[in-house]
């Protein structure tokens, strides 16, 4: 079972794409703005309704891939809409609203399977049974161990109490992708957590003194928006730019 989200303007989100009804699979509701990205799950595939609307619909797709969304995006369509759909829309499939459930759940399987192999391709992740095998999360000197609720940079254990630690973990598994604060309150502290966003910018704050002047920098802020993790650069790569500088400013 799969989960689903639809994203419609329709009064009747069945009619949108009738298929999806004879499917045994979670379908989420949401409106088709803006507002309805931070209601998203993290792991769904998202049919976003183009029929009426596709300004809207291509507005949209822009959007997810601003905010550093990888959610996989499949677009339902008229016969004519077909004509102005272009690869830079980002959408990861298209499929006519009157398709068959036999071909819908083709669709689905493909796009579940690209997207996953585009995941670990982009974040240069290994495959699942490789992946992070011993419950630790190295990021540079940053170690994250997730079985003993521990964190150290350089071998140094970090001091962090409960939430921050799930915090850190929380974004360092997501390299690069931007959450608001709404989302890491729902992720980090849950549904049922009645505090304000504010409490997430001052476990920010806590986070990045406890990591210091050089890796404080690693727990970005995206303007307008919220926070995301910066993987530092390795050694390697700080050793090769700085001796490009170096060489820039002998030249010079």
């Known amino acids: 079972m799969t989960d689903l989200t639809l994203m419609t303007f329709s009064h009747d989100p069945a009619s949108v794409l009738p298929s999806l009804a004879l499917l045994s699979h979670r379908v989420r509701v949401l409106p088709m703005d803006a507002a309805s990205l931070v209601k998203m799950p993290e792991n769904t595939i998202l049919f976003l309704d183009g029929r009426d609307d596709l300004a809207t619909a291509k507005t949209l797709c822009r959007l997810i891939h601003a905010s550093g969304l990888s959610t996989p995006i499949v677009l339902i369509l008229t016969e004519g809409g077909f004509t102005v759909v272009t690869a830079e829309w980002g959408v990861s499939d298209v499929v006519v609203s009157t398709a068959s459930p036999a071909e819908v759940e083709g669709r689905l399987r493909l796009v579940s399977e690209r997207g996953a192999t585009t995941h670990m391709a982009a974040s240069g992740a290994a495959p699942a049974d490789d992946e992070q095998e011993d419950g630790l999360i190295r990021s540079g000197d940053l170690v994250v161990d997730m079985n003993g609720y521990t964190a150290n940079l350089r071998g140094i254990p970090i001091d962090l109490a409960y939430k921050e630690f799930e915090l850190l973990k929380y974004l360092v598994q997501h390299p690069g992708r931007v959450f608001t604060r709404a989302q890491l309150l729902q992720e980090v502290w849950g549904y049922d957590y009645y505090g304000g966003t504010r409490t997430v910018d001052v476990h ?49």
């Open 204 to 252: 920010i704050r806590r986070l990045r003194a406890k990591l210091g002047g050089e890796y404080e920098h690693v727990i970005g802020t995206v303007r307008n928006v919220g926070y995301r993790f910066d993987p530092p650069e390795d050694d390697e790569e700080r050793t090769q730019a700085k001796a490009a500088a170096g060489h820039s400013l002998t030249e010079q």
